[in-house]
């Protein structure tokens, strides 16, 4: 079966800081992955999605970045942290042909 | 553009109350809908869904259909618990492949 791992779980940084998140898929090959981001008004925002390895799309001009290095591995940076950058992440995963999207258990990020 | 428009919360209600959360949704063609969940702390587990007109979609005594007519597919329970206590929110996953959520809504359960 598949499954889905974020690391770190909570984090917490000082504004200015960098920032790499790390989300792995496992079970599945060729997925699309994505990335979320909850505010504390609980609304989730796409902030990127990606169809392959190097295949990256920016949903909203912003200081973070992503990269796909690897089939099933999505990574989100950030080379200097914004306070408003604090949030939970959320990365997703879809299968093609499939039209469900599921959810890894998520980073709280805190920018100090 | 795609929307989705849920209830706005919290909504609080007493165990074994009965549960309805309004989804109403604006999009080209036929969207594939889902209802996820949100525990405390956690990320978004998928509760139900439905992909064609008149699907009903159920898991763990809740219920949504699918109602083209009038753009919904608001969710449902008979009987409340208080470990139903959670977010919830309303996505679609329109033509173009992309979810697009409600802004979600808290239920809270007391005993």
């Known amino acids: 079966s598949q499954t889905i791992h974020q690391w770190p779980a909570t984090l917490v940084q000082p504004v200015g800081s960098p920032l790499s998140l790390e989300c792995t898929v496992e079970?599945?090959?060729?997925?699309?992955l994505y990335w979320y981001r909850q505010a504390a008004g609980r609304g989730l925002q796409l902030l990127f999605y990606s169809i392959g390895i190097d295949q990256i799309s920016s949903e909203v001009p912003q200081n973070l970045s992503a990269s796909r290095p690897q089939d099933r591995q999505f990574i989100l940076s950030s080379k200097k942290l914004l306070l408003s950058d604090s949030g939970f992440y959320l990365c997703?995963?879809?299968?093609?042909?499939?039209?469900?999207?599921?959810f890894g258990p998520g980073t709280r990020l805190t920018v100090l | 553009g795609d929307s989705v428009t849920q209830m706005e919360g919290p909504v609080t209600l007493s165990e074994e109350a009965f549960l309805t959360i309004n989804c109403t949704y604006t999009a080209t063609g036929y969207p594939s809908l889902f209802w996820y969940v949100q525990y405390p702390g956690e990320g978004l587990q998928l509760l139900l869904k439905?992909?064609?007109?008149?699907d009903k979609g159920s898991n763990k005594g809740f219920e949504a259909t699918y109602r083209k007519e009038t753009t919904s597919f608001h969710l449902e329970k008979g009987s409340v618990q208080v470990s139903d206590s959670a977010v919830y929110f309303c996505?679609?996953?329109?033509?173009?492949?992309?979810?697009?959520f409600g802004q979600g809504t808290e239920l809270s359960v007391k005993p």
């Open positions: 997703a995963w879809l299968t093609s042909g499939v039209d469900t999207q599921y």
């Open positions: 439905a992909t064609k007109a008149d």
């Open positions: 079970g599945t090959s060729n997925p699309n």
């Open positions: 996505a679609l996953r329109n033509q173009g492949g992309k979810l697009i």
